[in-house]
């Protein structure tokens, strides 16, 4: 599989959507959603997309379209558009909905469980065993398991202003997150005790 996993920033980003239909909306909240600025070419636009600040264009603008665009998106039942727009997209980011070989950024199944986002790609083999995936990733990550993500944020910066070496403060981590204390203050969600318990370990630490 020569696809890399990686998270682009899209505050601020310009996203063409090439359709208005499902997936183009799907895609379209997506992006809206974080930060960036979104013009679909179709029929009609979705009320949630206009409310958010998406704007609608005419399929006659697809040039234009792409000449503004950063990333753009391909999500049209329009054969022949769709191919138009993507070979006029080739030096852009190009999310080929329809197509997705035909493209060079995948845009996979993804959710967000409190601070922790998780993405699902099956190498486009199966979206429906994405969702089903989804749905086990989620049965099994709980409330301790985010608890514990912030707790280890708040210990990894602590550490950072008195332990330089990278790997001194990973053996640190490892030997706070093993104190039986800890877990017991994470099991029964007392967050701020948990912190100051912590703030005792390291500095005796020292």
Known sequence: MDWTA????????????LGTGEVATRRANKFLD???????????????????????CSTDEVDELVQWADLVVVA???????????????????????YPYG?????????????????????????LMARQLRKKIQSIISEEDLLE???????RL?????V??????????YRIFEDDEVNDFIKNRQIDEAKDYIDNLIRGLY
């Open 164 to 173: 330089e070496n990278q790997k001194e403060r990973r053996k640190y981590i």
């Open 158 to 162: 602590k550490l950072k202003d008195v």
């Open 103 to 127: 493209g060079n950024i995948i845009v996979p199944t993804s959710f967000s469980i409190g601070n922790v986002e998780i993405s699902i790609f099956t190498n486009g083999k199966s979206p």
């Open 149 to 155: 993500i912030e707790l280890q944020d708040y210990v």
């Open 6 to 17: 990686l998270y682009l920033k899209t505050d601020a980003l310009n996203v063409f959507i």
């Open 34 to 56: 974080h930060g960036a600025n979104v013009k679909l070419a179709g029929n009609n636009l979705a009320d949630d997309l206009e409310s958010k600040g998406a704007i609608l």
């Open 76 to 98: 049209s039942g329009d054969k022949e558009l769709s191919n138009y727009v993507s070979k006029i997209s080739q030096d852009k980011l190009i999310n080929r909905a329809d």
